[in-house]
């Protein structure tokens, strides 16, 4: 066990001296990681970086100690943490606005999840789990990627394999999630 995972099971355990160390360093990260992600959002956008970290955080720390695996395994949590509060963000949103009209999308590579609009944000989830019963490590990328604002190379490491690897199951996730939101396009 590498001492980023004892400091993150020092957290999630109630060690504040050892979690002292490894909190600024998480916090940061993540921190960095929201940022990238609105850093073309238009300003006044009522979603912000910190606001963002805040929320993860306390859904990742809140309420119950947790023991980390890895350092994978905090990164697949926190990315399923934003995509949860980016997705209740997108469907307030979503629900101020009369109308569905969805559209089909393309996940393009340097797609902001957070400048999407929320009927985008919303089909992605939709279909996303649905990839995740068949494809669970196409799915986790497509977090990382597309919530999170990994870079392939970042979502590669986090994940465990290679570069190429992610590669190919970016593609396929894309693929495979563009035929799913125009099949629930065509079904609304």
Not at 143 to 168: D, I, N, P, S
Not at 169 to 176: K, Y
């Amino acid at each position: 066990m590498n001492d980023w995972t004892r400091m993150l099971n020092a957290i999630g355990g109630g060690d504040l001296p050892r979690a002292e160390a490894l909190l600024p360093c998480v916090y940061e990260e993540l921190r960095q990681l929201a940022t990238r992600r609105m850093a073309r959002e238009a300003p006044g956008h009522t979603l912000q970086p910190t606001a963002l970290v805040h929320e993860a955080w306390l859904r990742l720390f809140g309420s119950s100690p947790r023991n980390w695996g890895s350092r994978a395994h905090f990164f697949a949590a926190a990315a399923e943490a934003m995509r949860r509060i980016l997705v209740e963000h997108a469907r307030r949103k979503h629900s101020q606005k009369r109308g569905g009209g969805l559209e089909p999308i393309e996940l393009q590579e340097d797609t902001l999840v957070l400048s999407a609009p929320a009927d985008e944000l919303l089909a992605v989830h939709d279909a996303l789990d649905q990839l995740a019963r068949e494809d669970p490590a196409a799915a986790e990328l497509v977090k990382l990627r597309y919530f999170v604002g990994l870079t392939m190379e970042e979502a590669a490491t986090v994940l465990g394999v290679a570069k190429r690897t992610a590669e190919g199951l970016w593609t396929f996730a894309r693929s495979w999630l563009r035929r799913a939101i125009r099949e629930l396009n065509q079904s609304s």
